[in-house]
């Protein structure tokens, strides 16, 4: 290991690429095609049993990446993760659009029977079962599917794949497995078990992230989300992932690289022409609405979020409107929350993440966004707007810097969020003042350096009193604003 590696307690680093790439022969065999020759091309931070660095190498032959030495994954035993994190999931973690439409891709007739082998909360098996009307299977040992099967009434059995003995000798048309082989040491062993399960002429649906994808010039908060120390064995490369499905016997194989993930599908028969088009709206909107009548908090939010999101997107703000008043009901009797006038003072306060997950909902920041740009077209208040978009950008700063392997929804909105922040800020000056952001000048001279500094100054306290003013019905001493907001860089 390199001696010029910064302390492991101390780093603010999870991933240090190395300049100097050595050969490693004859260490850790690749997991995905079991040859000994790689590179070692990082160190990635583990942070238990103890803080340290462990090597990332390449695979010479299938460029797939594996960590060296012995098994590091630990994290399915940290149940206090688990009683977080699928509340996190089921709010905003879960990429159910993403899910939905690579499941729709293959056009599977009426009556298919689906597994889904680690189904995680069990949307996908939900969506099968309830939108389809077609049996559907889910197997998840992890505490968060026993809460799906509990919220959703979805057929979720926490077994492993090698435990489902209920399951031996039936077969399913659709076994589905999204972001689940790099968690197994033995791609080909995971990959044999799940061939007597399915059809004769059924088909195999898979996701993992892509080796490809994982190079220096990733964002390296995607980058260590995609590893997940502690949590994955590996990532496989397109090429990698190929010819692992035809090494299990099948004769028809596509792989398809979407940004960070590889989706393939694989059968015994010809495959249709698939398209990895996204979920038909209006099927996406239909299945949230039905999680928003879920009698848990976390799965109602949950879906009302996401609606929010698509409607926004989409400019649909009527019926955006009337989900973030759904979704401010859920807050007030679920969270305790006020989301048009949120406690930011108090919720930076907390800075476990554990604890923030159990007090707020995860989609907090990233809703006080999308909240923003609603009041837009027939609800036009530049105001509102400028406040919400100010309030979800000191939040979404807050999520990511107390979560950040988890928090990528809102890692992603943040430069939107500032960029329509200031173009709110803009708007409403010259709405409001626009005496403040010109001045009668002679021709040929410039404005005094006095006179900008005293503009500037006023724009500066126009914007606090915006910022400050109450919503109808707060509570007067609004909260002091951390350096970080928008408006004091």
Not at 22 to 33: K, L, R
Request: with cysteine; charged share 25%.
């Amino acid at each position: 290991m390199p001696t010029d590696l910064p302390d492991p307690e101390t780093s603010v680093h999870d991933l240090i690429w190395l300049a100097d790439t050595p050969t490693v022969d004859g260490t850790t065999p690749c997991p995905a095609c079991r040859q000994e020759n790689a590179t070692r091309v990082a160190q990635v931070k583990f942070e238990r049993p103890h803080a340290r660095w462990v090597p990332l190498n390449r695979c010479h032959a299938c460029q797939s990446v594996f960590y060296e030495g012995e098994d590091l994954v630990d994290a399915y035993d940290d149940h206090v993760m688990h009683d977080g994190y699928w509340r996190h999931y089921a709010e905003i973690g879960a990429g159910i659009h993403g899910m939905l439409g690579f499941v729709q891709a293959i056009q599977a007739p009426p009556g298919a029977r689906l597994l889904d082998i680690g189904c995680g909360m069990g949307f996908v098996v939900d969506y099968w079962s309830r939108m389809r009307g077609d049996p559907a299977v889910g197997l998840e040992k992890a505490s968060y599917g026993r809460a799906g099967a509990q919220h959703l009434g979805a057929d979720i059995r926490p077994h492993y794949l090698h435990e489902a003995a209920d399951l031996a000798g039936k077969t399913f048309d659709v076994v589905y497995s999204s972001e689940v082989i790099e968690h197994v040491p033995d791609p080909a062993a995971f990959l044999a078990a799940i061939m007597p399960g399915l059809a004769d002429q059924g088909v195999l649906m898979l996701t993992t992230p892509c080796a490809d994808a994982l190079t220096p010039d990733l964002d390296p908060t995607v980058a260590v989300s995609m590893l997940f120390p502690g949590g994955h064995y590996f990532l496989l490369s397109a090429h990698a992932l190929e010819a692992l499905l035809r090494q299990a016997g099948f004769q028809h194989v596509v792989v398809h690289q979407q940004a960070e993930q590889l989706l393939a599908v694989a059968s015994h028969r010809a495959l249709p022409d698939l398209s990895f088009d996204p979920i038909a709206h209006e099927d996406y909107r239909a299945y949230m609405m039905t999680l928003a009548d879920c009698d848990d908090r976390s799965f109602a939010s949950g879906g009302l979020y996401r609606a929010l999101k698509e409607d926004v997107n989409r400019g649909d703000f009527e019926r955006g409107m009337d989900v973030w008043k759904r979704l401010c009901d859920v807050a007030k009797t679920g969270y305790g929350l006020d989301l048009n006038d949120p406690p930011i003072t108090e919720i930076l306060s907390v800075t476990d993440p554990h604890q923030a997950l159990k007090r707020y909902p995860a989609w907090l920041g990233c809703a006080q966004y999308y909240g923003g740009m609603l009041m837009s077209g027939p609800y036009d208040d530049m105001r509102v707007r400028l406040r919400r978009l100010e309030a979800a950008g000191r939040l979404l700063r807050h999520e990511i810097k107390m979560n950040p392997k988890y928090d990528r929804e809102a890692y992603s909105l943040l430069n939107t969020c500032d960029f329509h922040f200031l173009q709110a800020a803009s708007y409403t000056i010259l709405r409001e003042e626009t005496f403040l952001t010109g001045a009668c000048l002679r021709e040929g001279e410039a404005m005094p350096d006095k006179m900008w500094r005293e503009r500037w100054q006023q724009v500066r306290q126009k914007l606090s009193e915006i910022l400050t003013e109450q919503a109808p019905g707060a509570t007067p001493a609004p909260p002091a604003r951390p350096q970080d907001a928008p408006i004091e860089s």
